[in-house]
């Protein structure tokens, strides 16, 4: 397994989670992750290493994988950032 790009606390600034949605946001982080590492790789690119050599990149893809998992736990709401 790779390294995970977000964390739960990084969901949860977006809005609180319930215990629930904490035990669904840990596991949707590993696999969000998952899928952006597999996905790079089919265009020839190393994610993990994208991120070690670039702060800004890193902090896309943390974006990224934190607003998946909160579309995921959230299907009702809306998320919008300012």
């Known amino acids: 397994m790779g390294a995970v ?3 739960v ?3 949860a600034l977006l809005r609180p989670l319930t215990a629930q949605e904490r035990e669904q946001a840990e596991t ?3 696999s969000a992750s998952a899928k952006l590492r ?3 790789g089919k ?3 190393d994610l ?3 991120i070690a050599a670039n702060e800004d990149y890193g902090a896309v893809v943390k974006a990224a994988v934190t607003q998946a998992v909160i579309g995921t736990t959230s299907p009702n709401e809306k998320f919008c950032a300012n």
């Open 9 to 11: 606390a990084d969901v």
């Open 43 to 45: 265009y020839g690119r």
């Open 38 to 40: 597999i996905i790079a």
């Open 5 to 7: 790009y977000a964390s």
């Open 48 to 50: 993990d290493g994208l």
């Open 28 to 30: 949707l982080l590993v």
